[in-house]
T-cell receptor, first 112, second 114 residues
């Protein structure tokens, strides 16, 4: 079982729709959860992070965390063609064992 | 510097040669990560340095791979006797020590083994 799992997609949504990206993780010691966006040929860049159960909103983005279910998601409202990219879920444990582990990423395509 | 700096940006090497990839993290960042990304794939964890603690080498794929971090700053990833399957983009990232802080990535080194 991979430590962090994502559906590789592609996930295709029409412009203006809500895109829902999902991620599950296996290590219950995980403390922090990150969503990165990676455009083709570029390095990953952080969209947002979450470490408490519940929802966290930042503009058009909402991260959701459910530690009991070991599940984290990212919602993108009013999707734009510029949101087309690969979205990487990353998970970190605390302390000196806090290596950052990434899922394989979900490719999102937003069609005009 | 303002961001994570990696060098070289591109490296073409012959099979069997050794290569060294360099990462200069953001000043003050005690955590440093190396990842490998093959075409169309996710980020494969290689190694993690945190301050003066022993590095987590659990992701290194073989004993041909090694990394060091001198003075808690610059890191070098060395691949000995390169193979064609080593061709990938090698990404370095750094962060503060706190668990709830983001990692910032360098632009990566694209390694091609011919």
């Amino acid at each position: 079982q991979k430590e962090v799992e994502q559906n590789s997609g592609p996930l295709s949504v029409p412009e203006g729709a809500i895109a829902s990206l999902n991620c599950t993780y296996s290590d219950r010691g995980s403390q922090s959860f990150f969503w990165y966006r990676q455009y083709s040929g570029k390095s990953p860049e952080l969209i947002m992070f979450i470490y408490s159960n519940g929802d966290k909103e930042d503009g058009r983005f909402t991260a959701q965390l459910n530690k009991a279910s070991q599940y984290v998601s990212l919602l993108i409202r009013d999707s734009q063609p510029s949101d087309s990219a690969t979205y990487l879920c990353a998970v970190k444990r605390s302390g000196n064992t806090g290596k950052l582990i990434f899922g394989q990423g979900t490719t999102l395509q937003v069609k005009p | 510097g303002a961001g994570v700096s990696q060098s070289p940006s591109n490296k073409v090497t012959e099979k069997g040669k050794d290569v060294e990839l360099r990462c200069d993290p953001i000043s003050g960042h005690t955590a440093l990560y190396w990842y490998r990304q093959s075409l169309g794939q996710g980020l494969e964890f290689l190694i993690y340095f945190q301050g003066n603690s022993a590095p987590d080498k659990s992701g290194l794929p073989s004993d041909r791979f090694s990394a060091e971090r001198t003075g808690g700053s610059v890191s070098t990833l060395t691949i000995q006797r390169t193979q064609q399957e080593d061709s990938a983009v090698y990404l370095c990232a750094s962060s503060l020590w706190r668990v709830n802080t983001e990692a910032f990535f360098g632009q990566g080194t694209r390694l091609t083994v011919v």
